[in-house]
């Protein structure tokens, strides 16, 4: 559906993005994850046509697109300010790129109205002016407007970063079921990891310019490919070469002179071992309360790692208390020493 290949973009002598190569699938929702200053807006301008690479193509349903002019790439795009017009209404916001098209007015009224009843626009919000809407609304007009020309593509760079955790969550799960309707190929720019675990068919991690990894939730989670999306993509612990010491004398086979890590829910306190798994004696340090689940933190003697349980309301532990640490040597996740920064 959408192809980058090889693209180099340039700004000045500064190089913003190093040979990108993405396939994103018709229909699929597609986020580009990093820090900021790390490419993924850049990119997604290059798909929309804000930025032309120096090397490299943008091919759309196999036409290269890298030099159309953006009007015509029948792209809807969602920005981090949502770009909406403060005085207009609602409803000349949405229609705005109907009229560009020169539709006739039963038929922009058809489509706006259509549009605005699925992404849950009453028709007295449709007369009212935009700064009179809530953000969430604001939002959900943002939409409209880049859905209602029939978009074979929507980008949206940052859309959520504006708004309160709480609406956060609440249109995280609307955009997610508003993409599934529409089937429309959806190209999402975040730095949020939760956000785009939780939205995502599949994530390209950017670090730097470069593309770290690309795959589903599950891979860049589990199986991240470099130190550097394991320890960007939710949180884990580092293993001190003193604990990998201990894990191999209680028959772990860690290599010491890698990097190893392990994440935060591998680890369990005060459970049978299974077969594999080896029990570390240890003390709970601190712990912090989030309701569903608990982080403790625990010092094993060689260092202090975090582990969070799930909160049965029955088994919580005391700073002080004495446990034992379980876990499976084959849950570490090891990297070359010196590997973090290979894109320097």
């Not at 700004?11 to 994103?24: P, R």
């Not at 449709?126 to 943002?142: D, I, P, T």
């Not at 004696?281 to 969070?308: A, P």
């Amino acid at each position: 559906m959408i192809q980058l290949n090889d693209i180099v973009v340039k700004f000045g002598d500064f190089t913003a993005l190093h040979h990108i190569n993405v396939h994103v699938k018709e229909g699929e929702f597609f986020t580009f994850l990093g820090p900021s200053g790390c490419g993924k807006t850049t990119t997604l301008r290059t798909i929309t046509g804000f930025i032309e690479p120096v090397e490299g193509t943008v091919v759309v349903k196999g036409k290269d697109i890298t030099h159309v002019p953006i009007e015509e790439r029948n792209i809807g795009i969602v920005f981090q300010s949502y770009a909406l017009f403060p005085t207009m209404t609602v409803y000349d916001n949405i229609a705005f790129g109907l009229k560009l098209k020169k539709l006739k007015k039963p038929e922009i009224d058809q489509k706006v109205r259509e549009i605005a009843k699925k992404v849950d626009l009453s028709d007295e919000q449709l007369a009212k002016a935009v700064s009179q809407l809530s953000g969430g609304q604001q939002q959900r007009v943002a939409i409209a407007r880049a859905l209602v020309t029939g978009p074979a593509i929507i980008c949206m760079d940052e859309p959520l970063s504006n708004l309160d955790a709480k609406l956060r969550v609440q249109l995280r799960n609307e955009l997610k079921k508003m993409q599934k309707d529409f089937g429309i190929t959806t190209i999402y720019v975040t730095h949020d990891q939760e956000e785009a675990l939780t939205l995502s068919d599949r994530i390209a991690v950017f670090n730097k310019g470069f593309i770290e990894q690309i795959g589903t939730p599950n891979e860049v989670y589990n199986h991240s490919q470099t130190e550097f999306v394991c320890n960007f993509i939710g949180d884990i612990n580092p293993l001190t070469p003193a604990l990998v010491e201990q894990i191999n004398a209680a028959g772990g086979s860690a290599d010491p002179t890698q990097k190893n890590y392990m994440r935060l829910e591998r680890i369990h306190v005060n459970i049978p071992p299974k077969p594999g798994q080896l029990e570390i004696e240890g003390r709970v340090d601190s712990r912090e309360y989030y309701g569903l689940y608990i982080k403790y933190y625990i010092d094993l003697g060689c260092q202090t790692i975090k582990v969070i349980e799930k909160n049965d309301g029955v088994n919580i532990y005391e700073p002080g208390q004495n446990v034992k640490v379980v876990m499976d040597p084959r849950d570490i996740m090891a990297y070359p020493a010196g590997g973090d920064d290979e894109h320097g």
